[in-house]
């Protein structure tokens, strides 16, 4: 639904981003942008690459068989640059070529040439749509300096001409973006970019430190002191450290300092990282996380120098870790990040995710890889997160929900910096007795339904098992009588059938142990059910899962208690 505040909200985000856009553009047209690409003469160091590779893609691609983004295309014997892409996160990828690394882990001569052909492919029919998109030609300009040797060594002079072309072209794209682009993650990766080359090429020694200075303000600004970054994405995090770690080694290759805010990050995101990993190797779903890739992860913590334990609290990103035994909680307790980051954010205040071991039990849905498809606005409902729901609505309001003339804003808001969040909670109340206990209350549905939702988790010692409750608190006068749910999420590897007529919810998991969920509230009309649910955020695209739902009456029933214990393994 859209309220009267939340038109007020739209039209003044709107107003606010046409504000900053219209000083960008200025200060580009008048030469101010700070940043000035140039054609780099030649290519004096090589920066290393942290992600890891598969020497057998090789072949794929060889084959004209191009599998980017859980979609794939056959191009038959034709280039892949003039084929309708299947997806637009493929066309992202394929035009991001951080693909070369397989080829060059292959480490052959044909891979060598199939490597070359295709980039000078790319350079002749560089001009499609995705290619000018800032965050791709951004992640090209990185792939085509970590990649170089793959493509230029042995190349004549005609191509490695149009390759230094081809680089100056994307360097000028990122060169505008870091000004003028809406998204702050995208100047980000562009400044990111930017410093690459100007540390890698000959002759961008100046545009490296106009790119420095760009890199530590935009750092400063979107890394957060607990290491999370301000989108509160756990995959932003994950991506730019595999690209800030390189670049730090690079600054100390040139005999360059690297600024304070590059070092600050590399040594804060590792720790959030590990708060956020589950017993499986993979990050917890919150704020647009889909699938890990789990191998860079691997790879980021093993070259973490402080080898730190897991952080438990990660209070500015609001989000808190329990462990006990073999049992791991991780929980949002944070509000909604703020508008022009939250493009991928959900309305997950006070889910949770729960891992026994390496096996998954209670998961959020995630994000889906491609961020077109139908699912992804669906997946950041409250009803796709482990948490309770009042009245099918969510905590809080997207701009894509408007509607009448607050639809008018948002359809500008939605094509500048994608469908953000409006409004919602405030930052929650959290506390933590103990490290094994926390408690925190959301007041998201406050305004349009006035009650404040608190969530109370309690692990076992000895990690047998997890007591929560969930309570509905009036936010000023008596709590209204509104229809809510309880939902929790289980991972398709859980297999889950009922017993005592709805009161227990016997759970089976792929490591061979054996749970249970008890609802112990015991009141007339109340049980748990077992219904269909999806998981998005699996290596293979989305599968079929289930959900344990307890529907209740806020009125009738404003405290519901519930547990979850291992019972063999």
Same mark, same amino acid.
């Given at each position: ?22 000083? @960008? ?45 859980? +979609? ?64 791709? @030609? ?93 989108? +509160? ?72 120098? !402080? ?9 500015? %990103? ?32 006070? %889910?949770?995710?729960?891992? !026994?071991?390496? @096996? ?11 961020? %077109? ?124 059938? +009922? ?71």
């Amino acid at each position: 639904m859209t309220t009267t505040p939340d038109r007020w909200r739209l039209t003044g985000l709107a107003l606010r981003e046409a504000g900053r856009a219209l000083r @960008a553009e200025t200060a580009s047209l008048l030469g101010l942008a700070g940043v000035r690409a140039r054609t780099p003469e030649r290519l004096v160091i090589v920066p290393p690459d942290m992600r890891t590779a598969d020497a057998t893609i090789a072949d794929d691609i060889y084959a004209g068989y191009f599998v980017f983004g859980g +979609r794939a295309l056959a191009t038959g014997g034709r280039s892949p640059f003039e084929l309708e892409p299947p997806s637009p996160a493929w066309s992202d990828i394929l035009h991001g070529f951080a693909w070369l690394r397989h080829l060059r882990a292959a480490d052959t001569a044909l891979a060598r040439a199939n490597a070359r052909a295709l980039v000078d492919e790319f350079l002749r029919e560089a001009h499609m749509p995705a290619v000018r998109k800032p965050e791709v @030609a951004a992640r090209r300009v990185v792939s085509f300096l970590t990649q170089s040797p793959l493509i230029v060594e042995g190349a004549d002079h005609v191509f490695y001409q149009r390759f230094m072309r081809g680089l100056a072209r994307d360097l000028r794209i990122c060169a505008r973006a870091v000004r003028v682009a809406p998204r702050p993650l995208t100047r980000l990766h562009c400044a990111i970019a930017l410093a690459y080359a100007g540390l890698c090429c000959e002759g961008c020694a100046q545009m490296g430190r106009a790119a420095t200075k760009i890199l530590r303000r935009e750092l400063d600004a979107q890394i957060l002191a607990d290491g999370g970054h301000l989108g +509160r994405n756990p995959r932003a995090v994950l991506d730019l450290l595999l690209d800030l770690l390189p670049l730090r080694q690079v600054y100390l290759a040139r005999g360059v300092d690297p600024p304070e805010a590059l070092l600050r990050a590399v040594d804060r995101m590792p720790p959030m990282l590990r708060l956020l990993r589950q017993g499986d190797g993979t990050l917890s779903h919150f704020n647009g996380m889909g699938s890990t890739p789990v191998d860079h992860l691997t790879t980021l913590l093993f070259y973490d120098e !402080s080898r730190a334990s897991p952080l438990q609290r990660g209070l500015l %990103s609001g989000y808190e870790r329990l462990e006990a035994g073999r049992l791991v909680l991780v929980a949002d307790v944070g509000a909604p990040p703020p508008p022009f980051v939250s493009a991928d954010a959900g309305a997950g205040c006070l %889910s949770f995710e729960l891992t !026994s071991g390496e @096996a998954r039990i209670v998961v959020n849905l995630g994000a889906p890889r491609d961020r %077109s498809d139908p699912l992804a606005d669906a997946a950041r409902a409250t009803a796709a997160h482990s948490t309770i729901a009042l009245d099918r609505a969510s905590s809080a309001r997207f701009a894509g929900d408007a509607k009448g003339l607050a639809r008018l804003p948002a359809a500008w808001l939605a094509r500048r910096v994608g469908d953000v969040i409006v409004d919602g909670p405030r930052p929650p109340d959290v506390e933590r007795p103990d490290p094994l206990r926390l408690k925190a209350r959301h007041d998201g549905y406050a305004r349009v339904f006035g009650a404040v939702h608190e969530r109370l988790f309690a692990l076992d010692p000895d990690g047998g098992g997890l007591s929560g409750e969930d309570r509905l608190i009036a936010a000023a006068e008596g709590l209204r009588a509104l229809p809510a749910a309880a939902r929790f999420h289980l991972h398709p590897g859980v297999k889950a059938s +009922r017993a005592q007529n709805g009161r227990v919810v016997l759970l089976g998991l792929p490591n061979g142990e054996s749970w249970q969920f008890v609802l112990q509230t015991r009141a007339e009309g109340i049980e748990a059910r077992l219904e269909e649910s999806l998981y998005l955020s699996a290596t293979d695209g989305a599968r079929k899962a289930r959900q344990i739902v307890v529907a209740f009456d806020t009125g009738a029933t404003p405290v519901l208690s519930w547990r979850f214990e291992r019972l063999t393994g």
